[in-house]
């Protein structure tokens, strides 16, 4: 890992916020990439702790939309496709963004009901509270609330 991956790491979160029987997911971090990654790792820990999650398997994804909001939606939306369609869950991506196109990877096994315990199915992202922006220099912030 470079020295500047390294540092994007240290400062790259994700969090939850409440919204009424949906969860809302929020990535945060020194790049919109890394604000992305890090709100796929949060829809990943509704469902499981992201820790418990191997990363044996990766599955390339791509996405083009007219602005990052809906970028954002369509990442989310065909992470949550490939889970359920592969029987799979993640745990690492590494996502690149250039202008409004996305090229990632996302990294992760087979469901095991015994070994991940998952909490939840997430149905898919929504509009709701739907915010890719840079707050200030360096900070970027993506969320959006997803069904649960």
């Not at 919204?19 to 929020?26: L, P, Q, Y």
């Not at 954002?72 to 496709?81: G, K, Q, R, Y």
Request: glycine content about 8%; some cysteine.
């Amino acid at each position: 890992m470079s020295d500047g991956r390294q540092r994007e790491a240290k400062s790259a979160r994700w969090e939850h916020f409440p919204h009424g029987a949906d969860i809302g997911v929020r990535g945060l971090g020194p790049t919109k990439a890394a604000a992305f990654e890090q709100a796929a790792l949060a829809m990943t820990a509704v469902m499981t702790d992201p820790a418990a999650v191997g990363h044996d398997e990766a599955v390339e994804i791509k996405a083009e939309a007219p602005n990052a909001d809906f970028l954002l939606l369509d990442w989310l939306n065909a992470l949550v496709f490939e889970m359920a369609t592969r029987r799979m869950i993640f745990g690492a991506f590494d996502v690149a963004i250039s202008g409004n196109r996305l090229e990632a990877t996302a990294r992760g096994e087979a469901v095991s009901r015994e070994r991940h315990a998952p909490a939840v199915e997430i149905k898919g992202a929504t509009m709701t509270e739907l915010r890719v922006a840079e707050d200030q220099p360096g900070t970027w912030r993506a969320q959006c609330v997803v069904d649960v």
